[in-house]
């Protein structure tokens, strides 16, 4: 599958992360903002659940790093406590509280793991090309499970994630996808690792759901990639050259594009949105919704803020009861 570009040559892959499909899947405004606009808006404050489950996350890697006779929930607590999040709560006792509870989930968690079953990886990156796409992403804990891998996935929000979650994940099939060519070991499994209730959500991927997944991932690919090309050719020559840049494996860089010229387009200053003309605003429309509400760029989107409520910092926290419960 060979899509042709300018004077007949191959179209240059587009570099990606599951993470930058999802974003042009979920509101094709906030792409613009997150990875084009250059200088990028300002975002708004830090989210307390996001300081959570970063700390979770590092504690996790960083015990899987000790020596084997370190791999104790004792060390755990002690490795979430040292790495403490303080950002986005509300004042230093809720962030205690909920250093607290979170010190208690990965110790729990730890002590339902074999400090001896090494895994593959840790915070490990993966890649693997298309004719479409140069595709790359960390998992959090790559596993080998017999003659197979399998791909871990730790969760501390709200909901306890199901099979379905874990089915539907773009990102977990490409991590499969990536692991299986990498290591030229079968990788079909996935799991959610839900800390807060140490619930576990699996899906057995089998070829043509991977399959689906990667064609799903290529489609998305192809529609942003028209979109950053149109995006670059309306911001200049060094926008454009920039976008044209080789990867070492061939592909389009996908990163950042330099602001416009002063003349071609206003740049952003004090952290405002990069001015563009119409026709380049409607190829990356805002996609309102209560998703709105959690937006790092909300400061920017009038009809984001049009449909949602304001949040606070630390509104994205379980509450006591769902923590009880």
């Known amino acids: 599958m060979e899509q042709l570009g300018l004077d007949g040559m191959p179209r240059r892959l587009y570099t990606c992360t599951p993470s930058r499909l999802n974003t042009w899947l979920d509101c094709r405004r906030r792409y613009r903002f997150a990875y084009l606009d250059r200088p990028a808006p300002r975002k708004g404050p830090a989210w307390a659940h996001n300081s959570v489950g970063a700390s979770v996350h590092n504690a996790l890697a960083a015990w899987w790093r000790e020596p084997y006779e370190r791999r104790t929930p004792v060390v755990a607590a002690t490795l979430l406590t040292g790495g403490w999040l303080r950002d986005g709560f509300r004042d230093d006792e809720q962030s205690a509280a909920w250093r607290d509870r979170a010190r208690e989930m990965v110790s729990s968690y730890v002590a339902t793991l074999d400090p001896a079953d090494e895994p593959v990886g840790v915070e490990r990156t993966v890649a693997t090309r298309t004719p479409v796409l140069a595709l790359s992403g960390r998992i959090d804990r790559l596993d080998r499970r017999g003659d197979e891998l399998v ?141 709105c509400s959690w937006c790092d760029f909300r400061a920017h989107c009038p009809e984001g803020r049009a449909v949602s409520p304001d949040r606070l910092p630390w509104d994205g926290l379980p509450t006591a009861e769902e923590v009880a419960g």
């Open 151 to 291: 791909v871990v996935d730790y969760k501390t929000g709200r909901r306890p994630p199901t099979p379905d979650d874990a089915r539907s994940s773009l990102a977990l099939a490409v991590y499969a996808i990536a692991s299986s060519r990498m290591m030229r070991r079968a990788c079909h499994r996935v799991e959610l690792h839900h800390l807060p209730t140490g619930s576990v959500a699996e899906w057995e991927h089998g070829a043509e759901s991977l399959a689906r997944h990667l064609r799903r991932a290529e489609d998305i690919g192809l529609e942003a990639a028209d979109a950053d090309d149109a995006y670059r050719e309306w911001a200049g020559p060094a926008a454009r050259a920039s976008g044209r840049t080789q990867s070492r494996t061939g592909g389009r860089t996908g990163g950042a594009v330099p602001a416009p010229r002063r003349g071609e387009g206003a740049s952003a200053e004090d952290g405002a949105a990069v001015a563009v003309p119409p026709e380049i605003d409607a190829l990356f429309p805002p996609e309102p919704g209560p998703i």
